[in-house]
């Protein structure tokens, strides 16, 4: 699916005809990014999953009241953090933990899971980075591991900000698929 302009999008929400469609369209456009900027925050991918559909809960209830001041992923990625933030609060409280011993808890539950030690996890990516082509597996690596804006591996790479956009989710798909099946 190609991406849809914001700008398209946001009136298509408002129209009470056409609302749901709109809403289904960022959704699919927006939910993947989300879900892995909140799992950077959160760890636990349940706990990304109840995060994620609060964050398009809020963004449904708020689209209305969005200005325009912003992007919209700018606008949605704050939801998103203030969303995790909350949620990390919440859990400290109920866990009675202090933020550091939640980060050191939530560590835990990871490295606990028997399937996926940190060790198993970068030998699969390594090897699905490596069934890659070299572009897909350029913009990925920058993106991933040194945390680049799309714009700026745009830049780097002499490409449209489109291109690197489109090969950076081409790749992740990839990856998550070898990594499924492997």
């Not at 606008?75 to 969303?83: G, K, L, Q, S, V």
């Not at 090897?127 to 082509?133: C, F, H, I, M």
Request: hydrophobic residues 40%.
């Amino acid at each position: 699916m190609s991406k849809i302009p914001d700008e398209e999008i946001i009136p298509l929400i408002l129209e009470r005809s056409t609302t749901n469609q709109g809403f289904r369209l960022l959704v699919a456009q927006y939910q993947e990014q989300l879900y892995w900027q909140i799992r950077k925050m959160v760890f636990v991918h349940d706990d990304a999953d109840d995060v994620l559909q609060n964050v398009f809960i809020k963004i449904f209830k708020g689209v209305k009241n969005f200005k325009g001041e912003s992007k919209l992923s700018t606008w949605m990625f704050r939801i998103a953090y203030n969303e995790s933030i909350t949620f990390l609060k919440r859990k400290e409280k109920s866990l009675q933990l202090s933020s550091q011993e939640l980060q050191d808890h939530l560590m835990e539950q990871l490295e606990a899971d028997v399937y996926f030690t940190s060790d198993e996890i970068e030998l699969a990516l390594k090897k699905a980075l490596s069934q890659l082509p070299n572009r897909q597996r350029e913009v990925f690596n920058l993106r991933y591991y040194d945390d680049l804006k799309f714009k700026e591996i745009a830049a780097i790479l002499d490409l449209s900000e489109g291109a690197v956009k489109s090969t950076y989710h081409i790749a992740a798909k990839k990856v998550e698929q070898y990594v499924k099946v492997n």
